[in-house]
């Protein structure tokens, strides 16, 4: 864009805005003829993707602000006037939530007065809820359609808008394309808001609190396996959580309390802070992040440690062992949950005839390994719990056949039970900790439990490793990656040969011995690459669809029945050859 563009957009953007502090910094860039910042601001939309909105907050098309708000929310209460699923007297509701994050109250009740010029009735939580309570509640209150105002574990400059659809799931293709058309084309004089008080007065914004919370806190009781268990031994739990200066504190606290379990919070952690003063990243995957946590554990001398990102969808978990409070991935988490939950109920009785288990391609195939084990039929689909409660869907269309019981990503993200079509951080700490329970009962630690699982089906570990490349730059570097992997993939990666390369963009699997190319696997076209390796790890890599971020995956594994100390040197040695060829890569685009 040249200068004129810019000060065009500009210009545009300030008459168009209603909040007079995000039209004011934009004056006062051009005021400084901030060219770079501005051309950021504006070079393009700030992309309504598959899922919603997120960006950086602040003026500009290419922000997150009040203006960019109403535009989506227009834009959505259109769609969802002509193509949403009504009540039985005809009748529209849209329910709204928000996390700690800077400006998500006011963005909240933005969405919320655009909805309710469109005659949609707004259900609006007057403070902070986690995203699996906003899916619960779209649910319970048989809603249109559900927006959470947060940027999930980004850092503090972020924020963003998720849209959920009727089920209380993310939205998914038709939905998805059709609601992004809609909102691309609105222009600024179509966007209309109602007054709270008319609003409030005509019944179509309407607060809601406690009766939520209630029916959700009964609900995430409900997916004990071994209820007695919890109300018998809770007590003997000391459990030290972080909610991360976010939205979590409130659920996690009630639920756990409820059930006897003490939780000690972390107390410079406890309140809802969007600046997150005391993390880089607001996020429970980032070992700096639960370093207060830990450290919290080891001096309470706790039984587990649980953090939970700003909206409280992923849970992240510390155990002890050996004198040290050890972080679990969420890899070893989801195997430890699917191991507990299924063998369980299997035990108990309480399976379907076929269980379902769903889980993503980038995800440890352990974890599908586990579920056969006990009986589950396996699904692998995208990373996203969109497409978790894509294959929800499907399962629930055929009530003869198998039924779905938990789904996970490697990403800290975990759902049990059908009623939450999102990660639920909630329900999964419950479960958490009945499995350190169970396990405690049987004389075993919850890493003694893994470690059995390791020596019965080998030795399994994984790698993530990311790059961040910023603005429209970073955008094309990201996009000249996948490119030149697919046109001049490597004949090697760490040391071995390359079987098969799966391209879920062109949905194909191409073997290079043979030079022989096959129908792929059928999952919905993503920008994703995976490498199967001739001894046996896999590696994957794809752009982030919610950061300025490219993701690598690495996942190798021993054979059963290897020496477990072995086993984990080998595998380590594969991750680490691994390791140095994807940062050649890096190191070539950055150059």
């Known amino acids: 864009m040249n200068q004129q563009e810019i000060t065009k957009a500009a210009e545009t953007y300030i008459a168009a805005e209603k909040d007079a502090s995000f039209a004011d ?38 922000r997150m602000n009040p203006f960019v708000i109403a535009r989506a929310t227009t834009g959505l209460a259109k769609y969802v006037t002509e193509a949403g699923d009504a009540r039985p007297d005809g009748s529209r509701a849209a329910v709204i939530s928000h996390d700690s994050r800077r400006y998500s109250r006011e963005f909240a009740l933005s969405a919320a007065l655009v909805f309710a010029a469109h005659g949609i009735k707004a259900y609006l939580f007057s403070d902070l809820r986690p995203t699996p309570e906003l899916s619960f509640a779209v649910r319970q209150l048989n809603a249109s359609v559900g927006v959470m105002v947060t940027a999930s574990h980004n850092p503090p400059q972020y924020n963003g808008y998720k849209v959920y659809w009727s089920d209380g799931a993310q939205i998914v293709a038709p939905h998805d394309g059709r609601i992004i058309e809609t909102v691309m084309g609105v222009t600024a004089d179509e966007i209309t808001s109602m007054d709270k008080q008319e609003a409030l007065d005509k019944g179509l914004l309407e607060y809601i609190d406690a009766e939520i919370d209630d029916a959700f806190v009964a609900m995430v009781k409900r997916q004990s396996v071994q209820p007695n268990l919890l ?24 639920v756990l309390g409820e059930l006897g379990v003490n939780v000690i919070t972390v107390p410079e952690q406890r309140e809802p802070d969007g600046e997150f003063p005391t993390v880089k990243f607001p996020n429970p995957e980032e070992a700096s992040a639960m370093q207060m946590a830990v450290d919290l554990g080891k001096q309470k001398n706790a039984d587990i440690v ?35 939950i299924l063998g369980q109920r299997k035990r108990l009785g309480t399976l379907p005839p076929i269980p379902a288990f769903v889980t993503t391609i980038v995800t440890t195939q352990l974890q599908e390994v586990v579920a056969k084990h006990h009986g589950a039929k396996v699904y692998e689909t995208l990373t996203g719990f969109k497409h978790i409660a894509s294959v929800m869907r499907q399962l629930e269309a055929d009530t003869a056949g ?31 900790i009945e499995m350190a329970l169970h396990w405690r009962s049987q004389g075993v630690s919850v890493l003694g439990r893994l470690r059995q699982i390791w020596e019965q089906f080998g030795y399994w570990e994984e790698k993530t490793i990311s790059k961040y490349f910023e603005g429209q730059a970073g955008k094309e570097i990201m996009a000249g990656v996948m490119k030149r992997l697919r046109e001049n993939p490597p004949e090697r990666f760490g040391g071995a040969g390359i079987e098969r390369i799966v391209d879920i963009q062109k949905d194909s699997v191409f073997y290079p011995a043979a030079g022989r190319t096959e129908a792929g696997p059928g999952l919905p076209k993503s920008n994703v690459l995976q490498f199967f390796l001739d001894n046996g790890a896999k590696v994957s890599m794809r752009p982030s669809g919610t950061e300025p971020k490219i993701k690598f995956y690495a996942s190798c594994h021993s054979d059963a029945g290897m020496e477990l100390a072995a086993a984990r040197a080998a595998v380590q040695a594969q991750i680490d050859a691994i390791e140095t060829d994807i940062r050649a890569i890096i190191e070539e685009a950055e150059a």
């Open 25 to 62: 910094g934009v004056r006062e860039l051009l005021a400084a003829q901030d060219w770079s910042e501005l051309e950021d601001r504006f070079y393009t939309d700030l992309e309504f993707g598959t899922g919603g909105l997120r960006g950086v907050i602040g003026g500009g098309f290419n």
């Open 231 to 254: 109300k018998e031994k809770g007590g003997e739990v000391t459990a030290v959580y972080t909610p991360l200066h976010g939205t979590g504190a409130m659920m996690v606290e009630r």
């Open 306 to 340: 649980l953090g939970t990102d700003p909206d409280a969808d992923r849970l992240g978990i510390a155990v002890p062992d050996e004198g040290e409070m050890v972080l679990v991935t969420g890899n070893q988490l989801g195997v430890l949950l699917a191991d507990y």
């Open 402 to 432: 198998p039924q779905y019981i938990m789904g996970d990503e490697e990403s800290y993200g975990y759902l049990i039970g059908t009623e939450v079509r999102d990660k639920d951080s909630i329900t999964a700490t419950l479960l958490t």
